[in-house]
Structure formats: C-alpha cells, structure tokens
C-alpha cells in the first residue's frame, strides 16, 4: 500500500469497513481511482466515520478535507448512495463527469453499513406480511407490540428482534437512522398516534403510518398542535405505500416495501413502460 | 460488499497473503451489477463475490491477476455494448472497475 497508509492502516481500515457490516458503526471510504494533476497515488484509501473522524489519508490535505466533508452528508442522505464517483480539482468537489475539468483526481467514495432494518409497530396482520416480505429483502426487522399473543416468537420466527412492551418506551429505546425505517401498522389510530410521536423526527429515513386519508390527517394534526415541527410531520409517509390498488395484508406489506424501496434508492414509482420512450439509447 | 468479503480480508491481511480486491466504480447503461459490487481475487486465481457474472468478468478477471503479479492498481473498462465473438450481450452497458492489491 502508498507511504500514506502502510499496512497497519490497512488492518485498521479492513477491520472498520467489517465492523461496519456486522452491525456495527457505519464507515464511507474514499479511495483514489485516478491522481489526476494533483498525483495523488491511485489507491489511498481515507476512512470517515459519521462524527468526521477519519483514517489514512489520500495523499493531500485538500483532497481529505474534501472527501472528508462530503462523506459525512452522505451518511444521513437520502436516497442511500452506496458507491459514487467524485471529480477533485483545486479544492472543489463534483460528482457530474461534465462537470470535471482537465486533470481531476478521481475518487471512488463507498459507504459501508450494517443489511437496512425495519420497526414494525403493530404483530397484527399486516405487521406479519411486512415482516415475511422484508425478509427476503434483506432487512433485519424488530417487531413492537404490547400484546404477547401476536408478539411472539411463533409467529414471527423471522424477526431480528420482538420487544413487548408498550410501543413508545419500546421506541425510545431504538436507535434511528438514515438507514432505519418505522412503519407503524398497529391495532388501532390511537396506538399508531402515541407511537408516532416517539418516531417522528428521530433520524430514521423512513416513517410510515397505515390509516386512511382522513384519520391520519387528524393524527398530524394532533401533533402539529402539540407543538412537532411541521417539516417532520410533512415527511411522514401516510397514509402509507404506494398507490397499488392493495387489499390484502400481503398486498398492503407489497405497497408500503415498495414505497420504502423508493425512498432508499431514489425511485420515482411510476411505471418502468411509461419511461420507455424516455430511455436513451446506448 | 458481503461481510464475507472483509472477514477473509482482514484474514488475509494478518496471515500477509495477498488479496485483490475489484470494485464496480460506476455504471452507465444496463449492466448486470451497479456501483459498489465487489469481487475478492486470491492468487490461486479463484475468488469470491461477483461483479456480474459471465457480463465482463472473465476480462476483470485477467487484469486483477496482473494487479496480483505487479500490486499496480488498474481501472479496467468493460464495455457490454459491443457484440464479441457471436457473444450473446444482454446487458448493453459500460462499467468502470478499479482493480487493487490489499496486502
């Protein structure tokens, strides 16, 4: 490896990105593609946490400050960018090709994070085709509930976690972040609105709330009332999903994966043969 | 970017055995594996993880045992848009892959 990061930064750096993974805190690395007129060495590798702490070094201080800067808004953006390419050249960062000038240094910035997870409010049906779905979509679910006979390990053998408990201690106690998403589908608009209130406003890049166009207006009403900040209350998805036409529990669960899946990856939920002609060709 | 990768990264890295590591850098069109898909190269030649199957990946493949032989890091281009061979193309895009010796 360069001069700039000998091999117990390696060690360092490779034991963070597993960390990270595992499930640990999540770390970006940016590492040189191309040194461009700066020469920074193709390979330095610079670690950032979320708090702007880093590791290694690209090989200029410019160059750290500005990978440095950009990767700590990465960890609470959305939609999630996993790997993308930025163009560096006298201090200034771009992330457009046609926007890099003659002899930009080129750096690949990857962030590294513990599978997506899901809170679901609410064992009851719908809560149980969430949990099954999202599964297979990789994420590492907690189901809340404060009744033990739908928040049981029988019947969601597939969660990571099952809390009993009421629903706004139980939220409390959870870390929320841009990769967290909290999706309440519980017995009842009062128990929906209670858990809101420990949700709204938290970090987490998905808060979704089932009910119906008019129930859910009253509960943000209620909220904005009491004083939560209107920003918050406005992005929150509810009523929940996309427009899918869902009946079913099962359908419902594809309606509101989907929406999330949206948010995350910085979909539009239109449908793909309605961009056809938009599509350029390669 | 599996968890697997980096275990036997890390492995790897305190045992001092060579690993390469290919990175999809960035995607344009249609291509089988977006920005972020990682591919781990051990000397032997085998590896684990994938950048996109049959789509590009045995030319990766070449130029990562170079990176093995030289510890040089490349930007390899796979192109997807040009027919080779009677090579069936179903993916049509360009990928960009840097290709780097950790250890």
């Not at chain 1, 207006?217 to 996309?242: F, I, K, Q």
């Not at chain 2, 920005?35 to 990766?60: H, K, N, W, Y």
Request: glycine share 12%; charged share 20%; proline share 4%.
């Amino acid at each position: 490896m360069q001069d700039a990061s000998p091999g117990s930064t390696a060690v360092a750096l490779v034991d963070a990105i597993e960390a990270a993974l595992a499930g640990g805190p999540p770390v970006a690395v940016a590492t040189v593609v191309t040194g461009g007129a700066a020469s920074l060495a193709a390979g330095a590798k610079l670690l950032v946490r979320a708090d702007g702490r880093t590791l290694g070094s690209l090989g200029s201080a410019e160059a750290n400050e500005a990978l440095r800067e950009i990767a700590v808004a990465a960890f609470t953006a959305m939609p999630r960018i996993v790997t993308g390419t930025w163009y560096l050249a006298d201090g200034a960062a771009t992330d457009r090709p046609s926007q890099a000038v003659e002899g930009a240094a080129e750096v690949m910035l990857q962030l590294f994070e513990a599978p997506a997870r899901l809170v679901i409010v609410g064992a009851g049906h719908v809560g149980l085709a969430l949990a099954t779905m999202a599964e297979l979509l990789g994420y590492e679910t907690t189901v809340l509930d404060d009744r033990v006979e739908f928040a049981n390990r029988e019947r969601f053998p597939m969660a990571h976690r099952i809390l009993v408990e009421e629903v706004g201690a139980a939220l409390d106690s959870l870390t929320l972040d841009a990769s967290t998403a909290v999706v309440l589908v519980s017995r009842g608009h009062r128990v929906d609105e209670e858990a809101l209130r420990h949700a709204v406003g938290r970090g987490a890049g998905y808060v979704g709330m089932i009910g119906s166009r008019r129930r859910t207006r009253t509960v943000l009403d209620h909220l904005a009332a009491e004083g939560y900040p209107a920003a918050a209350l406005e992005a929150v998805s509810t009523p929940v999903g996309l427009d899918i036409g869902a009946e079913t529990p099962e359908e419902i669960a594809v309606s509101i994966l989907a929406e999330m899946t949206m948010v995350r990856r910085g979909g539009t939920g239109t449908r793909m043969s309605q961009n056809r002609s938009a599509d350029s060709p390669t | 970017m599996s968890l697997d990768l980096y275990r036997e990264l890390r492995e790897s890295l305190a045992t001092g055995q060579p690993r390469v590591l290919a990175t999809v850098a960035d995607t344009r069109g249609s291509t089988p594996r977006k920005a972020g898909a990682q591919m781990l190269l051990r000397p032997d030649g085998s590896f684990s993880g994938t950048i996109g199957g049959g789509c590009g990946e045995a030319e990766v493949w070449q130029e990562a045992m170079e990176t093995m032989a030289d510890g040089q890091p490349r930007t390899v281009v796979v192109d997807l848009t040009e027919p080779v061979d009677g090579d069936d193309k179903i993916c049509g895009g360009v990928m960009r892959v840097f290709v780097e010796r950790i250890g």
